[in-house]
């Protein structure tokens, strides 16, 4: 924990690039084909290794947007370095014309694909899975800032290897939403890669697939031009669990002599840049793997129940969106809930098995790609695999205990009641209820059902439901114990920690970026500061513009209630 007090301050561009530390490419295996491939910007198999040296392409005349205040503060960044040269060259993807860098190159990865569990290979151009990893996505710098290490990643920083013919951008509407919903995940409490800055430029558009004006088509209709943009995500590594399954799949059939080697190198660096707290140095390997294994289920279990717990959904939660390191990551076709369903995704590609309740199944399946990549280094001891299975084979449990936990918080129960749960989730169903709006409500301990109506999007007309309700609320009270004014409002506050006021909805988002292609970037500050504020009551106004259910004119329209997957 670094104290407050004996933080540094970084000032300028050269302070911040004296503290770069590049670990990962300097303990890992560079692709050894690089070096006969010119600037690797086109699309190739790449055999092995752990990384590719890839410089970004720059975006042309870059107009700043905005930049996250809460995370420039706890990395100690001066505002000024918004007014360095070097610093807007470096995040908007120009590294080449920086003189002091100590890397002046960046690097993308290689990952494997799996889908629900099931291995695929024919998503990559040579039908391998060998051209499969960071299609846009480069790192450019490492750093240990103030104790913590952290990698900053280009996303939309051009070509890669693996960039499988596409032109390696992100559009600015893509890159506003992962921006915003970054930092607005942090201030839920969630564990989250995190925004440095967004740029755009109004010198470089690219084509991209999308709806036409307020259709409800679910496939998109027309290619439109759009401007190009780079956010500059930051975490403790970009590790994925899709990466260490690349390892594992060479390894198990042995396609090249160092393929085990580079599996267990690969391991041994996720456990350095995540996981050395809990798991030491001087373990045996299959020691570390285990507690590895034990300590990513943790993280990944936590994880899914505190999603849920305020109405997100990943939307395409393959293993390679699904961070190693147990945080969320890849901010691509997700959404938070507004009216309940447990079904809910707003991925038109995404299907049943990413919605929003069968995120605890999609995680299993992603944790047991994870064990699977782990078991060729543990191949030559039964005993050892036999362990590793039995945490396998426990996760669903600990999933359940987690997510019980979060639904009795939610509701402010000390113990999960089941009963109590199935028939809120039942009325939640048939009433039409906004999720967000209902459990701040909830949290109100409000005396009768007359302040949920503020969440229905029907009218409550059926006398059966009302009935249900009232009993239901009534059953509540009775689980609460709530005897005194003083106890009701300690319970209140505490609910409110669980109960977020503020959620970033689709159609926020939507006003957002289409204001900032007319060059309007006002609302994306707005959004920042309300949404880096969830739990905060705020201003009357704020609430007035940002507490309220979803529109009906936006339900079934393109790109608000359902989108693709192109950014």
Known sequence: MINENNKKNIETFDELINLSDYSFIENLNSDPNAKYNGDNKFPREVFSGHYVPVSPTAIKEPIYISHSIDFFKELGFSENL???????????????????????QGWATGYALSIYGREYYAQCPFQTGNGYGDGRAISVLEAVINGKRWEFQLKGGGKTPYCRGADGRAVLRSSVREFLAQEHMH?????TSRSLTLFTSKKEQVSR????????????????EEDVAITTRVASSFIRVGQIELFGRRARK????????????????????????V????????EKVLLLAQSFQDRLTSLVANWIKVGYCQGNFNSDNCAAGGFTLDYGPFGFIEMFEPKYQSWTGGGVHFSFFNQPIAAFKNFKSFCSALKPLLSSNKEVLEELEKIENNFSKVMQE???NMWANKLGLDKFDVELFDELINLMIDTKVDYTIFFRELSNIPDDISSFEKSFYGNLKDENIKLRWSSWLENWKVKINVNDEESKQKLSNQMKLANPKYTLREWHLVWAYKEAEKGNYKPIKELQEIMTNPYSEQTKEIEEKYYTKKPKDFFGIAGISHVSCSS
């Open 82 to 104: 918004l007014k360095s040269d070097d610093f807007i060259k470096l995040f908007s993807g120009d590294m080449s014309n920086i003189s002091n860098l100590k890397q002046n």
């Open 402 to 404: 987690k997510m019980q």
């Open 279 to 286: 798991i030491k140095e001087d373990f045996s390997l299959q």
């Open 209 to 224: 697939p999308w709806f036409k004006e307020k259709s409800s088509s679910y496939e998109p209709e027309l290619m439109i």
């Open 187 to 191: 201030s839920l409490g969630i564990p």
């Open 254 to 277: 042995n396609e090249h002599k160092n393929a085990l080697k580079e599996l267990e190198m690969i391991v041994l660096h996720l456990i350095y840049r995540e996981y050395k707290e």
